[in-house]
């Protein structure tokens, strides 16, 4: 163990010699500060730049037979994992993915065959270890290939469970997988991870709407008065139903394709809302701008579910994409000339 | 509940001819769409398929084929405008490979 210098990350808790280089030695622990960033990441507009140093990390007393363990160099990712390794000792060999998680990273090839096997070559990692095992999360599998790092470098590619939470039971079980640790979730929490930012992206959206109501509401009553709320909450309920209710409700919504589920929940919100002062021009324009709207927040989601083709997302965007125009136009068209009192 | 997205859609096949069993498309798929059955790679659930292309990059002998890519809307839009391939999210201003 060395001194501590002073600008190197709070999780670094030492570094281990070895015969190439000084390793740095993580803690297992999350300190309120890992925390408390990660939350601070997870409302930020976009999720990027927090980061950490690719390379190879030491936890516990890791030695020339401990297991290595690939991860990306996001760090809400390393954070997870370095968790999880909670008394064992092993080795963390980080890629370079930009900052961004291993499935979305492997998708892009940057967590992938050329990466991984840089940094195998860079840390000298046949120099650490004597065995020729690594240990790549499945979700990882996306972008790269177990023959050709086995070809290029002689380290045979397991393929680790889908989740960091399985993996003391993948290490007890000889490094075999049961069929829970291959196959992906897509439970609540998991439908809501991504909600905080995409709130705060619809931050902008909310305004925009906030600002066109107002002049709309005082081109037809002349006055900024409670009817306001008529146009205006309509929109907000629609952002609100698209980005929240629709991925919390995903499994129990109709329809296999998500702009049809999206399309089911807004004429529902959009009937609803229009029974508040019913009129039918109002119901009509209600139902042409509601329902496109929730129905392409929802098509959007697919970036976010687990489950999606890119076959499928396309066929859908080719359908939709021109009715979702067409009835906003007219819609649009309905609601303005309500607004002047002509019709 | 398995949740199931289009029916019937997606372009995942195997070459029963090329495939060896060795089950590595089982291993990486994380929808459980292959079966090895009398050391073949079957499809069993080809609607549970995202098209990750997860098994093709990992098949050593090149058995499977699938059109692979992110299934994002955002992405598809986004191609649509800039004419590249569909990729989600801001793109990276230290990269010009875009992340989701």
């Known amino acids: ?343 | 509940m398995k949740l199931k997205y289009l029916k019937n859609v997606a372009s995942i096949k195997v070459d029963t001819e090329k495939c060896i069993g060795c089950g590595i498309c089982f291993d990486v798929c994380p929808h459980d769409v292959f079966k090895i059955e009398n050391k073949k790679a079957l499809i069993t659930d080809k609607d549970a398929c995202m098209e990750c292309g997860a098994c093709k990059m990992n098949c050593p002998v090149d058995a499977i084929s699938v059109n692979s890519g992110v299934g994002c809307a955002a992405a598809v839009y986004g191609s649509f405008f800039t004419k590249s391939e569909a990729c989600c999210g801001p793109k990276d201003s230290s990269n010009d490979k875009c992340c989701c």
């Open chain 1, 1 to 343: 163990m060395h001194k501590i210098n002073n600008n190197k990350p709070h999780w670094i808790i030492g570094f281990k010699d070895t015969d190439s280089k000084k390793i740095p030695v993580v803690s297992t622990k999350l300190s309120t500060k890992d925390i408390l960033s990660g939350w601070i990441v997870r409302w930020r507009f976009y999720r990027m730049n927090y980061k950490i140093k690719e390379g190879l990390y030491c936890i516990g007393e890791a030695d020339n037979n401990s297991p290595v363990f690939v991860t990306a160099n996001y760090k809400l990712t390393f954070d997870r994992l370095r968790k999880e390794l909670h008394g064992i000792n092993a080795w963390i060999l980080v890629l370079d993915t930009k900052g961004v998680n291993v499935w979305c990273a492997a998708g892009k090839g940057t967590f992938g065959t050329i990466e991984l096997t840089k940094r195998i070559r860079e840390t000298n990692l046949e120099k650490i270890v004597k065995h020729k095992n690594i240990i790549v999360p499945q979700l990882g599998a996306t972008g790269v290939s177990a023959h050709i790092v086995k070809k290029l470098t002689g380290f045979k590619v397991t393929y680790g469970p889908v989740e960091a939470k399985d993996i003391k039971v993948f290490l007890k079980n000889n490094f075999v997988k049961t069929d829970e640790m291959r196959i992906i979730n897509f439970k609540l929490k998991d439908r809501l991870a991504v909600t905080p930012t995409e709130i705060v992206m619809l931050i902008p959206a909310t305004i925009i709407i906030l600002a066109v109501s107002v002049i709309l509401n005082f081109i037809k009553y002349r006055i900024f008065g409670p009817a306001l709320f008529t146009d205006f909450i309509p929109f907000i309920g629609a952002l609100f139903i698209g980005s929240v209710i629709v991925p919390a409700l995903l499994p129990i919504l109709p329809f296999r394709s998500f702009a049809l589920k999206g399309a089911a929940i807004g004429l529902i919100w959009a009937v609803l809302i229009s029974l508040i002062d019913f009129n039918y021009i109002k119901l009509i324009f209600n139902i042409m701008l509601l329902t496109p709207l929730i129905s392409f927040i929802a098509l959007n989601y697919t970036g976010n579910s687990t489950f999606t083709s890119l076959t499928g997302v396309k066929i859908e965007v080719k359908i939709a994409t021109p009715i979702f125009i067409l009835s906003i136009l007219l819609g649009s068209i309905l609601k303005i000339l309500n607004s002047f009192n002509i019709i």
